[in-house]
């Protein structure tokens, strides 16, 4: 009698440690797939920022050329070319 105690005993621990090792591969495997679509999300936002930056960068090279610097000038600042009298030319002695 003692025996078959035993091994109920036995049969009831490995059967609990079968049931909350299968609970805990649940588990991980849930937490796995959360992570996994927290990384896709991560990534998908990722690639949005670069193609921002990317587009920010080519914006900035334009607003940065010349010609675009003067037709701002021209039309914001009503800035226009001196004429020849309003130009001074300084030169420089030589020594």
């Given at each position: ?78 800035l226009t070319e001196p004429s020849d009298d309003q ?9």
């Open positions: 009698m003692k025996k078959q105690l035993l091994e109920l005993a036995g049969v009831l621990v490995l059967a609990v440690c079968v049931v909350a090792s299968g609970i805990w591969i649940v588990s991980v495997e849930h937490r796995s797939r959360q992570l996994f679509i927290q990384s896709e999300g991560l990534n998908r936002e990722l690639d949005r920022l670069q193609i921002d930056w990317k587009r920010l960068q080519i914006e900035q090279s334009t607003w940065a050329t010349p010609s675009k610097i003067e037709t701002l000038a021209r039309q914001r600042l009503r130009l001074v030319v300084v030169v420089e002695p030589a020594r």
